[in-house]
């Protein structure tokens, strides 16, 4: 899979989804500063790292998919691509959280985020192509087939 900007997916988007994207990540923002005036910085961290826009998006991509007539499995492939991504990106935020931890207390803060929103970016594009890497291994290893057969595992 390339990855690729679309412009295009813009256009197809109403203005009421993004709407939803907001709000949805907002109200999980604001709880997530309750729950840190309540509890403490540490445990409203936690919740900060709630993926906020994953839960609006995947039923939007879900329905996207649908309104072009694709078929089921289709819908759920790309819904499955979109949670990967979205998985990575986490697994990306904790080098960003990693800096930031170390390097607040220290260092000026737009160096913090600078160096932070780095190592988030080289984590998730590492990760990304090891991803990428063992899926190839994986299709040679089971020679292009999709599913592995039980009989031949026996």
Known sequence: MRIEVNFGALK????????????FGGT????????????GPAVGGL??????????SVTLVEKHE???????????????????GA??????????AFIGWR???????????????AAWLLVAISVWRA?????RKLRLLFNGKTQIDTKEVK
């Open 12 to 23: 197809r988007s109403k203005w009421y989804e993004y709407v939803v994207r907001f709000l």
């Open 28 to 39: 999980v923002a604001v709880l997530a500063g309750v729950i840190a005036k309540h509890y």
């Open 47 to 56: 919740f900060l790292a709630f993926p906020a826009i994953f839960p609006a």
């Open 66 to 84: 649908e309104q072009k007539q694709q078929s089921k499995f289709r819908v759920r492939e790309v819904a499955a691509i979109d949670a990967a």
């Open 87 to 96: 998985l990575i990106g986490s697994i990306g935020l904790v080098g960003f």
């Open 103 to 117: 390097a607040f207390p220290d260092f000026p803060l737009t160096a913090v985020l600078a160096a932070a929103t």
């Open 131 to 135: 991803r990428k890497a063992w899926l």
